[in-house]
């Protein structure tokens, strides 16, 4: 049987220095360096490995999602730092680009410099 006391998930970028300048001076992130890549301690207690992949090929998904409280304040902290937000088709955005509707919590999708789909959303 597979154990999931230590499972964590990952993806990859392809400048590794980037990525933690990014991960820890932008979103806030505790970020480690590790001989294979970077860890994204997150504050919930999990973990999210970072790897460095020369034929990167970014992910045109989300993969990881922040929780928030405001969504609206985080949006406009991240477009402080120079964050641009990511339009949909088919999503309702606003002007700061938060979808907002009866299916789902509030949320906004931005992306990383390797060009990885991140998301801010409302706690539940």
């Known amino acids: 049987m597979v154990s999931t006391t230590n499972a964590f998930s990952s993806f ?10 990014f991960y820890a001076d932008v979103v806030g992130v505790e970020v480690d360096q590790t001989p294979m890549g970077l860890d994204l301690r997150l ?22 999602n922040f929780g928030v409280d405001d969504v609206e304040a985080a949006v406009d902290e991240l477009v402080a730092k120079g964050v641009e937000f990511e339009r949909y088709v088919g999503f309702d955005q606003d002007d700061k680009g938060i979808a907002r509707g009866p299916e789902g919590p509030a949320i906004a999708w931005f992306k990383d410099p ?6 801010i959303l409302s706690n539940p």
């Open 43 to 64: 504050g919930s207690g999990g973990h999210v490995f970072v790897y460095p992949r020369k034929n990167h090929v970014a992910a045109s998904f989300t993969v990881l």
């Open 114 to 119: 390797a060009r990885n789909v991140l998301a």
């Open 12 to 21: 990859s970028v392809n400048d590794l220095d980037a990525a933690r300048a």
